[in-house]
């Protein structure tokens, strides 16, 4: 054989089945071949185990979609590319036209565009409330079919905590499905409730490092096999590469959630007592309206804390800009501590009382919490919050 045809022809390694690597090794690779054209023919038709395109299924994919079901507590799971690609099929793949949505104010901003600008094209109609507002979701419901309502918890960024059971209670007895957006709250969080879809954005705590983007929806099986020629077709799949950082990120997710959990504690206790500071919103705060709710259906607080600035003590920006600590980033759920001023997350799209209910004021500031020695982060918002005005 000529030299072309060998390095195209290499031979192959076989890896003998009692003799694993401890690290599953990445799948880089876009097509798997069968030996025999009938064998090909059986996988394609679903009657035999294996693999043809990357785009369908990969065993790194599988790997981690396993991985993520479990952790969320279903056993159904597609990957995407990043985390709206993953709302976005959810979406997609769960209504048709004329069907009604419910989602909420207090939401991701792309999320609301997807369903009040691109779905509404589609003759997908909604309804928009507060998350706060229990009785409209049941009027609504009550009002008009629905085909499902999405929603967060706890919201970004100020950290209201939706009631899950009285949304989901509602939901069912409507007829109308769940989705709930789950990527603050961590797949170690409400898995026990009655959720029909899960999406989450693994580029925050899954990966957990900031340097890769990715998204899930998690689901029983039923559902997820139900959308999975839609989502093939969509072809917002995750590159096996990505999938096997998210899943080495996922080793340490437990150990860096929790901390960044006790740090957003400490952070918020120093805050709330700081004279500085106007009010603070975290879950596991005694002072948050919701506090009660959280301790019940959250494991813990989350790391997000929100916080709002007294007018007159220290201008927001100069807060911003004097943090050491704290990098001025969108997105949330790095190792590093980040933060994310109000006049940045300001919701344009909203009107001035659907802008009431999100809550962004420009002295709002939202922070991501780290994995970093918790006493240099008080320390590091002490300094800034000491900044002239
Ligand atoms: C709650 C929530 N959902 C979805 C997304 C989208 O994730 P991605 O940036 O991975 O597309 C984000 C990103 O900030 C988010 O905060």
Redesign the pocket.
């Known amino acids: 054989m000529k030299i072309s045809t060998r390095v195209n022809h290499p031979p192959a390694v076989a890896v003998p089945v009692d003799n694993r690597p401890l690290v599953a090794p990445i799948y880089q690779s876009v097509k798997f071949t069968f030996d025999d054209v009938a064998e090909s023919e059986r996988q394609s038709r679903g009657q035999r185990e294996g693999f043809q395109y990357s785009r369908v299924s990969n065993p790194t994919l599988q790997q981690l979609s396993l991985t993520l079901a479990q952790l969320q507590g279903r056993d159904g799971c597609l990957l995407t590319s ?4 993953a ?1 976005n099929l959810a979406l997609l793949s769960l209504c048709k036209q004329g069907d009604h949505v419910i989602l909420f104010a207090e939401m ?1 901003q ?2 609301r565009y997807m369903i009040r600008r691109l779905l509404a094209r589609y003759g997908v109609t909604h309804t928009m409330l507060s998350i706060e507002d229990t009785v409209g979701i049941e009027q609504t419901l009550a009002e008009k079919p629905t085909r499902l309502v999405i929603f ?1 918890t706890p919201s ?1 960024p100020v950290l209201k905590v939706a009631d899950i059971q009285a949304i989901t209670a509602a939901a069912k007895r409507h007829g109308a499905l769940t989705v709930l ?1 789950n ?2 709250a961590g797949f170690h969080n409400h898995g026990q409730f009655d959720i029909d879809v899960f999406v989450h ?4 705590y899954a990966s957990g490092h900031g340097d890769v ?3 899930a929806v998690i689901a029983r099986r039923e559902i997820t096999d139900r959308m999975r020629q839609d989502f093939i077709v969509l072809g917002a799949t995750l590159d096996p590469h990505t999938a096997f950082l998210i899943q080495r990120g996922l080793k340490t997710y437990a150990l860096r959630y929790e901390r960044q959990c006790a740090n957003a504690l400490a952070v918020a206790q120093f805050l709330e007592a700081h004279p500085g500071v106007a009010g603070v919103s975290y879950p596991w705060l005694s002072s948050h309206p919701q506090y009660q709710l959280a301790r019940a259906q959250m494991l813990d607080g989350g790391a997000i804390v929100s916080v709002e600035l007294k007018e007159r003590a220290v201008a927001p920006a100069s807060f911003a800009n004097a943090l050491e600590l704290f990098a001025i980033s969108a ?2 759920g790095s190792t590093e501590s980040l933060v994310q001023p109000g006049q940045l997350m300001r919701p344009r799209d909203l009107n001035e009382a659907e802008q009431g209910w999100a809550a962004v004021s420009d002295r709002t500031m939202r922070l991501s919490v780290g994995i970093e020695d918790v006493e240099d982060l008080i320390a590091d918002l002490g300094r800034a919050l000491a900044s002239p005005l």
Do not use: H
């Not at 990043?82 to 690609?85: I, M, P």
């Not at 954005?201 to 925050?204: A, D, G, H, N, R």
């Open positions: 990043s985390g709206v690609a709302v991701y792309p999320t967060e970004n957006d990527t603050f954005s693994l580029t925050k983007m990715g998204g997105s949330v």
